[in-house]
């Protein structure tokens, strides 16, 4: 699913935005700081010109009158510092403005797309403003662990409660470990137990903090893979989340499709989140069963049980 032309300049506008917008936040810093500190423009001053003598000295001189310069260069330096933290301003207040510090607002690092660019071209191309629309208020505390009765436990003594608790604790260490640990993960449970809703919090944390999120449900998983290329942005994203597997209509070519897309994000190290209401015997007589080995031995499995939660809601 390469970007199309018209997607590709609709990113390069985005850059030039960002830049633009950017370069007015220097210049209105820049203007604070003359209005505050005629000290500061007359070293500014001077460093300019220095620049230019020492730019001739490199020519014409001695490494000696070079060495002399650079010393003068620094105390200038030195000395803006010192009045910026005089007023109460980083040291770095009036440094270039980037919003991507990799690229410098360019899409571009050696010759080579830059992540933010990689990340700008996933949202394009999965209308990624859709996911902020649905996480938007989602944080883990919407997860509501009042809602699973701490009694009834199943055989081997949990009750939903404790599943519960055991799922919200594994999603907050995946958000925090996110980019050292690159974990997957497999929630399987009755229909209406929270895990959407926990999948969504794992989503809104990370696009908060800069990463690239597909949400897809299988069935718009499946579809798209009737189209999958080895670079498709389903391998590439940082997280992969797959909601309610087993919906989905399949056949023999979008299977081996689906083993693929698994397969490569776990040779790529790219975190993968499955949901689904099939149970673990379920799932290997659904798929393949090297489908179901790769997620039973690549996944952290998470249970979710108890009532319909959307019921509970509707009359409390």
Known sequence: MPLTNVQYATIKRDYDRIRSLNEQTLKERRREIESLSPEYNAVYKEIGTLSGEAAMAALNSSPGD???????????????????????????????????????????????????????????????????????????????????????????????????????????????????????????????????LLSTCIAGELINSTHSVVYLTAVDLFQRLEEYEENSPLVECDLLIIDDLGTELTNTYTVSKFFYCLNERLLRRKSTIISTNLNLDDLERTYTERISSRILSSYIIMKLTGDDLRTKKLFS
């Not at 009045?83 to 899409?107: E, M, N, Q, W």
């Not at 009042?146 to 949990?158: I, M, N, Q, R």
């Open 66 to 196: 070079t060495a002399s310069y650079k010393t003068r260069m620094d105390e200038l330096q030195n000395k803006q510092i010192g009045i910026l933290k005089s007023l109460g301003k980083p040291a770095d207040y009036l440094d270039p403005v980037y919003t991507c510090p990799f690229c410098r607002d360019t899409g571009m690092v050696e010759g080579q797309h830059c992540v933010c660019f990689k990340k700008k071209a996933i949202e394009l191309l999965f209308n990624d403003s859709n996911l902020r629309n649905i996480t938007e208020g989602i944080s883990f505390e919407s997860f509501d662990l009042s809602l699973y009765p701490d009694e009834g436990p199943d055989a081997v003594g949990k009750t939903p409660f404790n599943y519960a608790s055991e799922a919200l604790a594994v999603a907050k260490g995946f958000v925090k470990d996110f980019d050292s640990h690159r974990d997957n993960i497999f929630i399987y449970g009755n229909t209406g137990v929270g895990k959407t």
